[in-house]
C-alpha cells in the first residue's frame, strides 16, 4: 500500500480577505485553518452550498490543474467562473512528485472533452462526445489513468450509475496500489466504502468533522430510505396534503 502522499496538507489563509465576500464567507472556508491527508483516498462530503465543491476547485488550482478540468497540461477556458480561494491555499506536498494527474470536474467534463476533440486527444476507438457521459469517464479512467498520479474529483457521480460506481471504485483501488492518491467531493454512498478512505464531512458551522462510513448523513439516509422507502413516501405524501 502506498505511503507516501503527494498532497500531505492543505491550509487555507485568508486573514487579508472580506469575510464578507464569496467565497469567504462560507464558513467551510472561514472557519478551516486547513486539513491533513492522512490516507491514498481523501473524501470530503456535505450539502448542496456547503463549499465542498469550491475547496476542491481551489485545492486543484492551487496544485497546478487547469480550473474547467484536464491534466495539468490542459490550458482552456470556456467562461470563467472560479473563484481566486486558489491563492490563499496552500499545499504541503510529498517528497516523490507524481507522473500524471487528472482534475474531473462533473459540471463541466462536457467542455474538457470538446477541448481534447480540438488537440485531436481521445481514448478508445472513438471521440469522446460519441460516448455518453458515464461511458466516456469509465473510459478516461479506465486508458488515461495508469498510476503514480494525483487524481482530484468533483463529484463524480455526476457522470456514473450505481454499476459504473462500482467499477470507479475497483479502479481507484488497481491506482491506490501503484502509488496513487486520490481527493473526492462526493454525495455517493457507494463511493465513501472505498476501503480505509478518510472521510471529512462538513458541519453546519463549516468544521471539517473526521467521520466513519456509517455516521455519514449519506450512509444513515439511504439506509434508512432503502429499509422504510413506503413509510417514507408516504410521510412525504401526507404532508403535501396538509399543506
Not at 473563484?83 to 500524471?100: N, Q, V
Amino acid at each position: 500500500m502506498f505511503s507516501e502522499l503527494f498532497i500531505t496538507r492543505m491550509r487555507i489563509d485568508i486573514a487579508d480577505k472580506d469575510k464578507n465576500e464569496h467565497p469567504y464567507n462560507l464558513p467551510v472556508v472561514r472557519n478551516n485553518a486547513g486539513v491533513s491527508f492522512d490516507s491514498p483516498v481523501t473524501f470530503i462530503i456535505g450539502e448542496n452550498g456547503s463549499g465542498k465543491s469550491t475547496l476542491i476547485e481551489a485545492l486543484a488550482i492551487a496544485y497546478g490543474f487547469n480550473a474547467e478540468g484536464g491534466s495539468m497540461n490542459y490550458n482552456f477556458s470556456t467562461r470563467s467562473t472560479h473563484s481566486d480561494l486558489s491563492e490563499s491555499i496552500h499545499l504541503s506536498r510529498g517528497i516523490k512528485r507524481p507522473r500524471e494527474g487528472y482534475f474531473f470536474r462533473g459540471e463541466s467534463f462536457y467542455n474538457t472533452k470538446s477541448y481534447m476533440e480540438e488537440i485531436a486527444l481521445s481514448y478508445g476507438d472513438k471521440p469522446m462526445h460519441d460516448y455518453s457521459h458515464g461511458e466516456s469517464f469509465l473510459v478516461l479512467i479506465r486508458e488515461r489513468f495508469n498510476g503514480n498520479g494525483i487524481y482530484i474529483f468533483d463529484e463524480p457521480e455526476a457522470a456514473l450509475s450505481p454499476q459504473s460506481q462500482l467499477i470507479l471504485l475497483t479502479r481507484m483501488l488497481r491506482l491506490v496500489n501503484n502509488h496513487s492518491q486520490f481527493i473526492i467531493a462526493t454525495h455517493s454512498p457507494i463511493l465513501l466504502a472505498f476501503p480505509n478512505a478518510v472521510i471529512y464531512q462538513i458541519n453546519e458551522e463549516g468544521v471539517l468533522d473526521k467521520v466513519k462510513y456509517e455516521e455519514t448523513e449519506y450512509y444513515t439516509l439511504y439506509k434508512y430510505f432503502i429499509n422504510n422507502h413506503q413509510g417514507f413516501i408516504d410521510k412525504i405524501v401526507n404532508e403535501k396534503r396538509q399543506v
